[in-house]
Nanobody, 119 residues
C-alpha cells in the first residue's frame, strides 16, 4: 500500500506565501514524476507543476515566476512553494506521484489540501 499525504494548505491573504508538502509512504522502491494539481469549484483539475527524479521541472503558465516545486528523493517528499498568491489560486491542491513498488508503475493521488486566498 502507498499513501500520499498533503499538508500546508490554509487561508492566506492576497499576495501572501504558502508552502505545501506531500509525503509518500508505504511500499515504495522508487518515485519518478511527482506533481501538484489543483481544482477550483466548477472547474477541471489542472496541472500546476511537476518534477521528475532528476530534478527537471515543468510549470503551468499561471505558476511560472510565482511557484516553485522541489523534492527530496530520500524523504519521498515534494513541496510547492507558492508566492504572490492571488484569489484565483483558490482551489483544492492535490499531489500525485508515479511510484514503482516492484510490480509495476502506479499513479497515486493524495486526498487534497484546501488553499484559500482572500481578496
Amino acid at each position: 500500500q502507498v499513501q500520499l499525504v498533503e499538508s500546508g494548505g490554509g487561508l492566506v491573504q492576497n499576495g501572501g506565501p504558502l508552502r505545501l508538502s506531500c509525503v509518500a509512504s508505504g511500499n515504495i522502491l522508487t518515485i519518478n514524476r511527482m506533481a501538484w494539481y489543483r481544482q477550483a469549484p466548477g472547474k477541471q483539475r489542472e496541472l500546476v507543476a511537476s518534477i521528475v527524479g532528476g530534478g527537471s521541472t515543468n510549470y503551468a503558465d499561471s505558476a511560472k515566476g510565482r511557484f516553485t516545486i522541489s523534492r527530496d528523493n530520500a524523504k519521498n517528499t515534494v513541496w510547492l512553494q507558492m508566492n504572490r498568491l492571488r484569489p484565483d489560486d483558490t482551489a483544492v491542491y492535490y499531489c500525485n506521484a508515479d511510484i514503482w513498488s516492484g510490480g509495476g508503475w502506479s499513479l497515486y493521488w493524495g486526498q487534497g489540501t484546501q488553499v484559500t486566498v482572500s481578496a
